[in-house]
Each structure stands twice: as structure tokens, then as C-alpha cells.
């Protein structure tokens, strides 16, 4: 049972346009979101991340949107870089239980010259 | 400063042998993550230590896997009697306390024949 949902495998977008990266998750314990990014043989590089408390989260060319009765949160990417090329993973932590992270399986982002 | 450290970076072994995958965390963090990535799968969480202890082992997928932390630093994961489906990516993690992200190393790919 997937707590953690990212529904698109792969999205292809323009370089210089906007990337919106979905994730969904049915826990509603989940208090803490973070997004993720991974090159291939490399671990994964932390992004961003968005306590439930808030409803959006900004840092230079990301931005983080949380919606808890949707129980879904998006990244944007904009402008996309080819640099921006890569997995981006979603991950949740519940507030009352585990303490590690429940991930998605990844979108992979690529972006076109 | 350094980041984590995860060693050996590839390990083939024969089914049915012990491994040991090691971990050094970043610098002053005291919360330590263990988690694998199976082909086409997310990230699974294996086992949290705080310091030292590790308060939750049930993440880990059998009794033969094992983990230690020694002077709230180097980890190790010890999985015994190899099996093929223990082939992954095993990455660790670290983190100031359990409420900052977590920063990963590049991982340990394990194949097991």
C-alpha cells in the first residue's frame, strides 16, 4: 500500500518553461515534506521542504505547494534548466510514528533544449 | 565540510555470504537513516539511530539484516546469508536531529549472484 503516490513516471518540459511535479499521500499523519533530487549513481540531493503548517514554500527557482485536504503537494520548477534534468523523488514523515522518510518512486524530469 | 560516506561503493558477493556496508555520517549530525532502493522502486526505509540506539528495528525486512552505531558516528549494516533478492542500492543518511532534512550519501550498490 502506497502512502507516497507520484503518478507520473517521467515528464518532458521545454527548457525555460515551468515543471510541475504532483505527488499525493494518504496519511494523514504526515507532517513534514520534502523534495528530492537524484542523478543517476548518485544519492539523493535535498531540495526543499514544507511543514504541514504551511501552504507554500519558496527558494530561489523552487517552489513547494501544499494542499492537506487535497492531501497532495507539487514542486515548480521555473524557469527549467537543463541542469533540472533528473529523478525528483517526494518523501513524507509522520509526526507521531516512524522516524524515517516515506518516499514516492520518482518522477523522471527531463528537460528539452 | 564532507559529506556522507558510504563505502564500498560496489559489492558482489556470492548468495548464501555475509556483508557489511558502512556509513559516515556528516560531521555533529545525531540522527543516522538506513534505507535501499530496489530496481524501479522508491526509497524504503530500513532503521533510525539517534546517537547510538536505534529505537525502531522493524523497518528491517528480515532478521538476517542488523545494524549498529558506535560513538554516535560510523555506522555499519550487516546483512547474513545473503539472498538474491537483497540486491539494491542500500543509502544512508544523515541529519542535525530528526527535525532537519536529511542529507544522503551515493549509496552501496549490493548484487548478490
Known amino acids: 500500500d502506497q502512502q507516497v503516490k507520484q503518478n507520473s513516471p517521467s515528464l518532458s518540459v521545454q527548457e525555460g518553461r515551468i515543471s510541475i511535479l504532483n505527488c499525493d499521500y494518504t496519511n494523514s499523519m504526515f507532517d513534514y515534506f520534502l523534495w528530492y533530487k537524484k542523478y543517476p549513481a548518485e544519492g539523493p540531493t535535498f531540495l526543499i521542504s514544507i511543514s504541514s503548517i504551511k501552504d507554500k514554500n519558496e527558494d530561489g527557482r523552487f517552489t513547494v505547494f501544499l494542499n492537506k485536504s487535497a492531501k497532495h503537494l507539487s514542486l515548480h520548477i521555473v524557469p527549467s534548466q537543463p541542469g533540472d534534468s533528473a529523478v525528483y523523488f517526494c518523501?513524507?514523515?509522520?509526526?507521531?510514528?516512524?522516524?524515517?522518510?516515506?518516499f514516492g518512486k520518482g518522477t523522471h524530469l527531463i528537460i528539452q533544449p | 565540510g564532507a559529506g556522507v560516506s558510504q563505502s564500498p561503493s560496489n559489492k558482489v558477493t556470492e548468495k548464501g555470504k555475509d556483508v557489511e556496508l558502512r556509513c559516515d555520517p556528516i560531521?555533529?549530525?545525531?540522527?543516522l537513516y538506513w534505507y535501499r532502493q530496489s530496481l524501479g522502486q522508491g526509497l524504503e526505509f530500513l532503521i533510525y539511530f539517534q546517537g547510538n540506539s536505534a529505537p525502531d528495528k522493524s523497518g528491517l525486512p528480515s532478521d538476517r539484516f542488523s545494524a549498529e552505531r558506535t560513538g554516535g558516528s560510523v555506522s555499519t549494516l550487516t546483512i547474513q546469508r545473503t539472498q538474491q533478492e537483497d540486491s539494491a542500492v542500500y543509502l544512508c543518511?544523515?541529519?542535525?536531529?530528526?527535525?532537519?532534512?536529511?542529507?544522503f550519501g551515493d549509496g552501496t550498490r549490493l548484487s548478490i549472484l
Open positions: 543518511a544523515s541529519s542535525e536531529d530528526r527535525d532537519q532534512p536529511q542529507h
Open positions: 518523501a513524507s514523515r509522520s509526526g507521531g510514528g516512524a522516524d524515517g522518510l516515506t
Open positions: 560531521s555533529g549530525h545525531t540522527a
